[in-house]
């Protein structure tokens, strides 16, 4: 297996799990808090800054932006981690096969030359709030949807931004998972064998 | 396995050959044009137009269409074809697992209490238009683009028209396949282990 498989994921749909598991299974490194540690480390920004830019956008921090800077694209630290993060998804990937979360990453080394097998994995509403109450303790349903939709708005609109296409079109991924329907277990060996198997 | 299998598919995709290696490697029925047959019989409609109605939608032809009827949701043979179409698919999905390609199958069976996987093929367009040029003998690189374009168009608004949904958004399916990326071994086995694993 000489992949790097990247996996994009709907909050609360098992992402995080399901791409450790595939990366103990296959034996390789898995990134995710480690691109945001080594982006702070690199750019100089704060870690809370860096965690809470480099994946997600809300249209509100855009408006805001937009009022403070006069522009939501010229000086904004937003695009300054962007392009940090970036390299820095590009170093890893270039050390080897990995299993890489999020963060743009099956856009990023599209064109690099690396080989990758993008995966992005979704669930409905309900797995999700199942897994997020059991993360967070969160047991209100309103409060568990509300969580839910800030982040796909968030995550959707940051994807959108850095890459001009749509979050969880099939058509930007190799292999879409609902990791509701299909469970944890199935999905990691259908990663897996597709890793395994594409040439 | 007791799963009825929907296959949706862009047009050059592989859906029809990968999902009768599917329903071969599981010893099962597979409906493509059994449907539009049936269809026919029941509805009295023509064979021609039920293939022609049955699964796409142009909007010239539902342009010129509320020109004729004054409505485009009244009187409508393709509603008409839609509903025998409906009853046809659920008849054969209640008889046993099986492979029901495109059609909005996939929708049809949502609510209905039956088993499925729901499955999403595509493909890009360079490996789709070597597929059709080998089918249809098409060789002219514009005309297979115009081809594909106007597939992608009719089926697209066929699945909207009907379902309210997104074609291809990965949300619709249990599991997506790039056949381009993935090769048709690969899809035909990630398809019969999930409809072999899930529960």
């Given at each position: 297996m000489n992949k790097v498989i990247t996996i994009s994921r709907e909050y609360g749909a098992g992402g995080h799990t399901i791409?450790?598991?595939?990366?103990?299974?296959?034996?390789?490194?898995?990134?995710?808090?480690?691109?945001?540690?080594?982006?702070?480390?690199?750019?100089?920004?704060?870690?809370?800054?860096?965690?809470?830019?480099?994946?997600?956008?809300?249209?509100?921090?855009?408006?805001?932006?937009?009022?403070?800077?006069?522009s939501v694209h010229y000086h904004d630290p937003q695009d300054a981690i962007h392009d940090v993060q970036r390299a820095i998804i590009l170093?890893?990937?270039?050390?080897?096969?990995?299993?890489?979360?999020?963060?743009?990453?099956?856009e990023i080394l599209r064109d690099s030359g690396i080989e990758t097998l993008n995966v992005f994995i979704h669930a409905d509403d309900l797995h999700r709030a199942v897994r997020i109450s059991e993360k967070t303790g969160v047991t209100?349903?309103?409060?568990?949807?509300?969580?839910?939709?800030?982040?796909?708005?968030?995550?959707?609109?940051?994807?959108?931004?850095?890459?001009?296409?749509?979050?969880?079109?099939?058509?930007?991924?190799?292999?879409?998972?609902?990791?509701?329907?299909?469970?944890?277990?199935?999905?990691v060996k259908l990663i897996v064998e597709a890793a395994c198997s594409i040439e």
């Open positions: 791409g450790k598991r595939v990366a103990q299974e296959l034996g390789i490194e898995i990134y995710d808090r480690d691109i945001v540690r080594e982006t702070a480390k690199a750019s100089g920004f704060e870690l809370e800054l860096v965690e809470q830019e480099g994946e997600e956008t809300s249209r509100t921090s855009y408006f805001l932006k937009s009022l403070v800077t006069g170093k890893f990937a270039q050390q080897g096969p990995c299993v890489i979360l999020g963060r743009c990453a099956d209100n349903a309103t409060e568990l949807q509300r969580m839910i939709a800030k982040k796909d708005a968030s995550r959707q609109n940051y994807y959108t931004h850095y890459t001009g296409k749509k979050w969880g079109d099939s058509h930007n991924y190799d292999l879409t998972l609902d990791s509701g329907a299909l469970g944890d277990d199935l999905c």
